[in-house]
Nanobody, 124 residues
Framework: VQLQASGGGLVQAGGSLRLSCAVSGRPFDDYAMTWFRQAPGKEREFVAAINWYGDKTYYGDAVKGRFTISRANRMNTLYLQMNSLKPEDTAIYYC??????????????????WGQGTQVTVSS
């Protein structure tokens, strides 16, 4: 399966961005999907996850209430709507896929499939 993230850019604090992740190669609804991010000098951080059907989600504490993960299975696309952005949200954002939906979804090394990342920069 191939993942292609897009939608990053430069935005002022308080602004919004929507990231997309296009998935190809296998049926999209075979996979639970997740967004991670990595800032310079920091470990990869869990952002949000969504199950195969889109009816179950959970979020990292840093983004809860500001970010929304969603998916359009007919379009083979994952989304991350990011509102009220803060400078500390600056990072490379990665989409990732796995076939399992369980308590280990926050752990990056549990994901075999990754997109290439898209840069999000939030200015103060």
């Amino acid at each position: 399966v191939q993942l292609q993230a897009s939608g990053g850019g430069l935005v002022q604090a308080g602004g919004s961005l929507r990231l997309s992740c296009a998935v190809s190669g296998r049926p999209f609804d075979d996979y639970a999907m997740t967004w991670f991010r990595q800032a310079p000098g920091k470990e990869r951080e869990f952002v949000a996850a969504i199950n195969w059907y889109g009816d179950k989600t959970y979020y990292g504490d840093a983004v809860k209430g500001r970010f929304t993960i969603s998916r359009a299975n007919r379009m083979n696309t994952l989304y991350l709507q990011m509102n009220s952005l803060k400078p500390e949200d600056t990072a490379i954002y990665y989409c990732a896929a796995r076939t399992i939906w369980d308590y280990e979804g926050r752990t990056a090394n549990k994901y075999p499939f990754w997109g290439q990342g898209t840069q999000v920069t939030v200015s103060s």
